[in-house]
């Protein structure tokens, strides 16, 4: 057991861990995309009323499929902070990151549970739905962002952070700018769901001057916004990037191949939204919509971790 007190096998699990969670992310997703959310009944944790239910009906395997691998998200959130409190001295800064990773993973879970149980699944095209939605999204990105920072810190961990001079605002509104434009979408998301269009135009015209459903007239908004938002979002890094170049620190070369990653990532998602819209929303475009938005909002953080914590030690095996 002697991998156990090995600091980098724990950063490698936190990687491992990270990716699940994006599968679990985009299962639910799927889940969402094909109606199953109702797959259980009103039902939680049991499906059905029973531990293991009658597979009758593929909404029901979908659904019964996506709640195992959100327990064993759970199950390795709890094996995260016990590992990180094994090799980690009180009070280190990855003990706390562990935590905050498990909170947010009970937070989704009550979410998720709240969704089922109010019966805000399906074909619910409900006001309360419209709110739980983004909510649900925050806390999925919150989750993301507090094992990105594990995951990073354990492999090389922070041993300073200067708060002077750093374009802490610029930071904090791209990443609210990212979280906004990301709860469009979730919404957008849902509305596609229950509300298929039949025709391109139909998203762009009808839904704007005919429609009385807010959720139909809102997606109308979401590919507007995401244009405009994604490039005030590369002006705001590059900005952020270039306070970093000038301070001539020896980490950022890793600060510019971030943040041409996410310009990368940003065209292929706009790129991804419109061939969903043209495609009329197949499931598959939506799947690939999400992970792209997951993977957008992954390497945001990386950057801005970059910028604000440029000086690591080197990782140590607990003797």
């Known amino acids: 057991?002697?991998?156990?007190?090995?600091?980098?096998?724990?950063?490698?699990?936190?990687?491992?861990?990270?990716?699940?969670?994006?599968?679990?992310?985009?299962?639910?997703?799927?889940?969402?995309?094909?109606?199953?959310?109702?797959?259980?009944?009103?039902?939680?944790?049991?499906?059905?009323?029973?531990?293991?239910?009658?597979f009758y009906f593929i909404h029901t395997l979908i659904e019964f499929s996506h709640r195992i691998s959100s327990a064993l998200v759970t199950v390795g959130g709890i094996l995260l902070v016990a590992w990180s409190f094994y090799?980690?001295?009180?009070?280190?800064?990855?003990?706390?990151?562990?935590?905050?990773?498990?909170?947010?993973?009970?937070?989704?879970?009550?979410?998720?549970?709240?969704?089922?149980?109010?019966?805000?699944?399906?074909?619910?095209?409900?006001?309360?739905?419209?709110?739980?939605?983004?909510?649900?999204?925050?806390?999925?990105?919150?989750?993301?962002?507090?094992?990105?920072?594990?995951?990073?810190?354990?492999?090389?961990?922070?041993?300073?952070?200067?708060?002077?001079?750093k374009p802490i605002k610029k930071s904090i509104t791209s990443l609210l700018l990212l979280l906004f434009i990301s709860c469009t979408g979730s919404i957008t998301a849902l509305s596609d769901t229950l509300f298929r269009p039949n025709y391109i135009s139909e998203n762009f015209i009808n839904d704007i001057i005919f429609s009385q459903n807010i959720l139909k007239i809102l997606r109308s908004f979401h590919p507007i916004l995401a244009i405009i938002i994604s490039y005030?979002?590369?002006?705001?890094?590059?900005?952020?990037?270039?306070?970093?170049?000038?301070?001539?620190?020896?980490?950022?070369?890793?600060t510019n191949n971030y943040f041409k990653i996410f310009i990368g990532l940003t065209v292929?998602?706009?790129?991804?939204?419109?061939?969903?819209?043209?495609l009329l929303i197949p499931v598959w475009t939506q799947i690939i919509h999400l992970l792209t938005a997951d993977l957008i909002w992954i390497y945001a953080i990386f950057f801005i971790n970059s910028v604000f914590f440029p000086t690591t030690t080197k990782i140590k095996t607990l003797k």
Do not use: D
């Not at 109010?118 to 990105?141: C, D, E, Q, W, Y």
């Not at 990037?241 to 950022?252: G, V």
């Not at 292929?268 to 043209?278: K, L, P, R, S």
């Open 1 to 54: 057991m002697s991998f156990l007190k090995n600091r980098s096998y724990f950063s490698k699990y936190a990687l491992l861990y990270l990716i699940y969670n994006i599968y679990t992310i985009l299962g639910g997703s799927y889940v969402r995309a094909t109606n199953s959310g109702a797959g259980c009944g009103k039902h939680w944790p049991l499906c059905g009323g029973k531990v293991i239910p009658n």
């Open 87 to 165: 090799i980690y001295e009180k009070g280190n800064k990855i003990r706390h990151c562990s935590l905050g990773v498990l909170f947010f993973i009970f937070l989704e879970a009550l979410l998720g549970a709240l969704l089922v149980l109010l019966g805000l699944v399906a074909k619910n095209n409900s006001n309360l739905r419209l709110i739980f939605m983004p909510l649900h999204l925050v806390t999925t990105f919150l989750l993301l962002a507090t094992l990105v920072i594990t995951y990073v810190w354990s492999k090389n961990y922070p041993s300073e952070f200067h708060l002077k001079n």
């Open 232 to 254: 005030i979002l590369i002006k705001l890094l590059f900005s952020i990037k270039t306070y970093k170049n000038q301070l001539n620190e020896k980490n950022y070369i890793t």
């Open 268 to 278: 292929i998602q706009i790129v991804i939204g419109f061939t969903n819209i043209f």
